[in-house]
C-alpha cells in the first residue's frame, strides 16, 4: 500500500528473435547492456507475435530495415509515464490495491506495456557491435 516510488533506468533493450534462445546465447547478448550504466531491462521478444510493433519500427526506421536475427531495439524509458500507468492499474484494481493484494506480476505487465513502446524507440539495428557502441555514447 504503501510503496517506496520505483526508479527506473534510462534505456530498455529488446532483442528480437525468431527462435527462442538458450540461456548461454541469451547471457551472451545481454551480459553487455547489463553492464551498461541507464539499462535497467534486457529482454528476448519473439518476434512471430508482435505485426503491430513490427509496423512502428518500420515506420520509424525506414532506411535501417535489418536482414538478420537477432535484432536489437534501443527504448527510451519515459519514468513518468511508467509510474502513471502503475497508478492507472492500481485504481482499475482500486479495492486489490487497497488490501495489498494485487499481484506484482500486474506491476510487471504495467511496466513492460509502457517500457516497450516501440514509439520510443531510439536505435535499431542487426548489428551487436552498433547497439552496443549506442549506447556507450549516450
Known amino acids: 500500500m504503501f510503496k517506496k516510488k520505483r526508479k527506473y533506468e534510462d534505456y530498455a533493450v529488446a532483442i528480437l528473435v525468431e527462435n527462442e534462445l538458450s ?13 551498461e550504466i541507464g539499462v535497467g531491462v534486457v529482454s528476448e521478444i ?13 515506420r520509424k526506421f525506414p532506411e535501417q530495415q535489418p536482414t538478420s536475427f537477432p535484432r536489437f531495439v534501443i527504448l527510451r524509458v519515459h519514468e513518468d509515464k ?18 495489498n493484494a494485487i499481484h506484482p506480476e500486474e506491476y510487471m505487465i504495467a511496466e513492460d506495456k509502457v517500457m516497450y513502446d516501440y514509439e520510443n524507440a531510439e536505435f535499431y539495428t542487426d548489428k551487436f557491435e552498433e547497439a552496443v557502441e549506442y549506447l556507450n555514447n549516450k
Not at 511508467?82 to 488490501?99: G, P, T, Y
Open 46 to 58: 519473439k518476434v512471430g507475435h508482435y505485426v503491430k510493433e513490427w509496423e512502428v519500427l518500420q
Open 82 to 99: 511508467v509510474n502513471q500507468a502503475i497508478k492507472e492499474m492500481e485504481r482499475k484494481n482500486w479495492w486489490d490495491w487497497l488490501f
Open 23 to 35: 540461456q548461454v546465447e541469451y547471457n551472451k547478448l545481454a551480459e553487455p547492456f547489463s553492464d
